[in-house]
């Protein structure tokens, strides 16, 4: 007798720990985007999954289901290696701005398909679009004509890449089933494999202001995430990176866009210097460009030093209808008409600066979205006076608070406030990078 | 700040092992019918209850919220103790046509609300309605008007008694959600009280041929059940019956009203009888009308002999619009055309008799659905000639097929050839009464 395929017999397979052949996954999710298997039945197996895991084979079969459920992008006909980056999600992480123009330097292609803002976390597709003119909603053959022209293209996600990520994602976000490892690799690597590129590194962010709180919980990420994506026939490698205070000294989109420029220009601050140039060392290892980290850390360096990757910045904002004018002068960025000024309340060193409440406080005041659709303020966000590690007297700024809603400055006010704690002796500097996948 | 209570929040709790309050479980159960809480997120909040569970409170929470999301039955105008049973199902399970008359010739007043066929298991429902004439689709006014004026009732469960649990149990049943002891209990005692009863007796079954195959979950259940339903207000005791083979000879519905006429007229199998009186004895006890069980089912006996109970059935079948000449002679009952004997293959003795088989097959035969909304064939289903312990010759017929659907009937035969375990040593006979919770 032919029994056909029934979803509720896949969830109870999996409530119970038993295993889903790839068939049965591809069946699974190709009927919920197609309709056929509705929400509720998803929404209990996600829960399952949740509870029971999934295997390795298992999280290969879901990650190929879904990067099959829509288009991808055909880079192949692009001479040189292809690469991508991905970030689970951190404060001030601007990486994104500076690596896409340095791979661009280095010679290689980046084709970066981004997202915006969610939560206390910002995007980078927010970001770039504070600078005047900047135009991220190409269509699928624009980014691969740009790619092959310039090299470097940063674009808004489209409906058409991986439309099973888009409602799995929806359904997750509602029905309390985001934190699941195998869940959230299929998620990151479906789209990074319908991106095209052939080498791609992970930042997984660790810590307060992160998705993943602990390091034990980041490295279990970086390593199921590079295992299975390397079974899938891309190279990947992951970096572990600290998220306990802010990267950089900026929040908010035009800020972030004017720290990249510092960086791009051979500046700015150590960390998010040093964070780039570690995942971009990564990439040029599994491009097969150089032979070791620190020749090609030492490579990037002249890149960003020279003015090299500054100039692929250039051409890339201008590609996208950018004002050129307003990078070369950052003052002609947009600028909120009121700057608040946070005092320190005692003196002593900086202690702790919460990534998460400095996140939360530049979303409140307009870099971020209270509810899905609302536009942000380009202008608006937290800038950092003061860090871990920082001496600072009583009454000094310890930070700068750009007021795009007026009406969210007394909450954000407070955050900042919390954010800070201050004591009396130096705290112990960790390290920034923590852990390494290959 | 007032925050609303979200869905996902209360999903997320329960998922991290958390408790829920008695207001937030009655705001999920109330948005949930109401459609303000869709159907994806109670899914998901299901399968977290799945793996972890619910504390007492919430389970009376959960009971007393799918209790109040529809009517119930008021029979408190009228005299005596309301009485109800409910048993978990099995096979061959007639106790309820043979326990509602018993309790009314006792004096008690028991407004029965059933179910119809469901999977492997009759439903009370199908069976009372294979009498010709019976009308079981009361609407509330009117059961409470027979219950007044002949103490006794048999009627369709209606959508307007919890509501919520039709919702619920829909929505479990394709979600892999069922086995859930708080769900199972919340669903069984909210329609219990919605029945309007003061006393409840449950019938635990367990074995192969039941939802709780070992008697480590029976009880658990059982537990559950008094504990939960006693908070809630009302006596509430629980037996755990072996339902390992049938109980009596017959699986099907019309054959299965022959059999409780033969109880009713003191006769019949004595494992159908032994249960019937053993659940009655509970429900006098819970009454206070005796003192003690072993009272209790000697008045029981002498009311099924006498010929009382006889009587109230009668009665009950004539109130409910039912041809008392087809109940006084059972040939009357509607018959299949076809009878189909299936021979032992061996000589020996009965070891094993699998309920389950016996229900799919009687189910096949036509006296149970394969798809929801089919009609039943009411003569349909499977005579038991031999029974755990019988010695039989080979080519004795062990079983008579009653062939409402000839299409069926090769699956039906190998069930029953299956059913069947016959060896050379006489089986020990385990109890039928396997535990008792106060």
Request: proline share 5%.
């Amino acid at each position: 007798m032919f029994l056909p395929m029934r979803a509720v017999d896949l969830i109870e397979r999996k409530r119970d720990g038993g295993e889903l052949s790839p068939e049965e996954i591809r069946w699974l999710i190709s009927q919920y985007v197609a309709g056929q298997v509705p929400d509720y039945q998803m929404a209990a197996f996600l829960m399952a999954v949740y509870f029971q895991g999934m295997t390795e084979a298992e999280t290969v079969a879901l990650t190929q289901a879904m990067l099959e459920s829509g288009d991808w992008i055909d880079l192949s006909e692009i001479p040189g290696t292809k690469v991508d980056k991905h970030s689970t999600g951190g404060v001030g992480d601007t990486v994104t701005l500076i690596l896409v123009p340095l791979m661009g330097a280095a010679g290689l292609v980046m084709a970066k398909l981004s997202g915006r803002a969610l939560g206390h976390t910002g995007g980078t597709i927010d970001k770039f679009e504070s600078i005047p003119g900047v135009r991220t909603e190409l269509s699928l053959p624009e980014v691969i004509r740009q790619a092959k022209e310039i090299g470097v293209v940063i674009a808004d996600h489209t409906a058409e890449l991986v439309p099973a990520d888009r409602l799995l994602y929806g359904l997750r976000d509602v029905t309390g089933t985001v934190p699941s490892l195998p869940l959230i690799a299929g998620s990151i690597l479906s789209k990074k494999l319908a991106g095209g590129a052939d080498a791609i590194v992970l930042d997984v962010k660790c810590g307060d202001g992160a998705f993943m709180r602990t390091q034990e919980d980041a490295q279990a990420l970086g390593e199921t995430l590079v295992r299975v994506g390397n079974q899938l026939g891309k190279r990947f490698s992951a970096l572990i990176t600290a998220m306990d205070q802010p990267l950089g000294y900026m929040a908010g989109n035009a800020l972030e866009v004017r720290q990249a420029i510092q960086v791009l220009q051979g500046e700015g601050p150590h960390d998010l210097r040093e964070v780039t140039l570690a995942l971009g060392a990564e990439l040029l290892l599994l491009a097969g460009e150089e032979p070791d980290a620190g020749k090609a850390e030492e490579k990037l360096v002249r890149l960003l030093d020279s003015g090299a990757a500054w100039e692929v910045f250039r051409a890339l904002v201008r590609a996208q209808g950018g004002e050129v004018g307003a990078i070369e002068d950052p003052s002609r960025l947009p600028q909120t008409r009121e700057v608040v000024e946070i005092p320190a309340l005692a003196p002593g060193y900086v202690q702790r600066l919460e990534a998460r409440k400095v996140g939360l406080a530049a979303g409140l005041l307009g870099a971020g979205r209270e509810v899905k659709g609302q536009g942000v303020d380009p202008a608006a966000g937290v800038e950092l006076l003061a860090k871990v590690g920082d001496q600072v007297e009583q009454g000094q700024p310890l930070a700068r608070l750009h007021v795009g809603r007026a009406e969210r400055l007394p909450e954000a006010k407070r955050l900042i406030e919390t954010a800070y704690t201050i004591g009396e002796t130096p705290p112990q500097p960790g390290p920034l990078i923590l852990g390494r996948v290959r």
